[in-house]
């Protein structure tokens, strides 16, 4: 009994000092794996703190380019604000002109066969001298907005049609057909010209228009403001 004990003793000596060896060699592997992942984890955490500091460096150039632009403007808002304080109310443009068809006497206009300009031969108001009395053509002397107002006149029994023109692009009409006495229809516009545009009044094919010295028949435009 004592020889079996003694066995079993020396037995379970050996286990444990297996026990005690073991775990030293498991302790090393897995600290060795622990390093190499944080070896790995250093290495992305660089690429990564690369790849935002690239970035942060994109965002203060981009940053810098907008400063630039908004200095730009700045100094260009600045310089036209001086320029339009340098300018006297002389300076600024002014433009208007008012017709009428005739100066003395009564007398109907048409019928044509085609559409024909109308020439406003009595000149009321002409500033800046942009108004031709002799084609009935305005010429736009800047860019601008413009305002434009027209009448026309039917009586005895006539039909009244005219169309303002800018260049060849006919804007807005005025019509009456009177079958007896007379009366007047009128239109107005505001129109965007260039430098150079021309507007002007045409009649109708087969209309006829009147006009007496009493100015029932007109044209008219004013420069609102330029641009």
Not at 32 to 59: F, G, H, P, Q, Y
Not at 153 to 175: F, G, P, T
Not at 188 to 210: C, H, P, Q, S
Request: glycine content about 6%.
């Amino acid at each position: 009994m004592a020889l079996l004990q003694l066995i079993l003793l020396a037995c379970v000596s050996v286990g444990m000092a297996q026990d005690f060896a073991s775990p030293d060699t498991d302790i090393l592997a897995e600290l060795k794996e622990l390093k190499a992942k944080m070896e790995k984890l250093e290495r992305e955490n660089e690429v990564d703190l690369r790849a935002l500091e690239t970035r942060l460096n994109i965002s203060e150039i981009k940053l810098e380019e907008e400063k630039t632009v908004v200095k730009n403007l700045k100094s260009t808002v600045e310089e036209l604000r001086r320029q339009n304080e340098g300018r006297t109310e002389i300076d600024r443009p002014k433009v208007a002109f008012s017709a009428t068809l005739f100066g003395a006497g009564s007398q109907h206009t048409g019928p044509f066969n085609t559409e024909t300009t109308l020439i406003y031969k009595k000149v009321i108001t002409d500033i800046g001298n942009n108004y031709n009395p002799a084609t009935g053509i305005f010429t736009a002397p800047v860019k601008g907005l413009y305002y434009f107002r027209f009448s026309g006149h039917a009586w005895d029994n006539h039909y009244m049609a005219v169309s303002l023109y800018k260049n060849e692009q006919r804007i807005c009409s005025a019509y009456d057909e009177q079958r007896s006495g007379n009366a007047n229809s009128s239109n107005g516009v505001t129109l965007l010209l260039e430098e150079g545009d021309r507007v002007y009044m045409r009649l109708w094919a087969n209309k006829l228009i009147f006009d007496d010295e009493g100015g029932h028949s007109t044209f008219s435009g004013f420069l609102l403001f330029p641009m």
